[in-house]
């Protein structure tokens, strides 16, 4: 889809009812699902450990890792870029 088409028409947002799926989509990805000390849950496989504060986020991360692999970081350039394109660089703090 180009940038000047429609948006999907289907949406999904972060909220208290895609916790439950987000367990069951990870323990169906074969991860198995930790609850650590604190607020943090743990998901495990023979790949890596990710932690996080709910299962929405382990799905970020683990899609994180897929897409850029355990060097996920990014550059000092990338940083200043997305910062920039996003509004976040006027002193305004990134989300997360």
Known sequence: MGMTEEP?????A???NTVVPAILALEAAGFRINR???DLLEAVSPDGRYVAEDPVELLGLIKLVELRG???RATDEQVDDVLQR???GGGERAPG
């Open 70 to 72: 355990w060097t996920w």
């Open 36 to 38: 650590l000390s604190g």
């Open 86 to 88: 996003f509004g976040w």
């Open 14 to 16: 972060a909220a208290g």
């Open 8 to 12: 999907a028409t289907r949406r999904i």
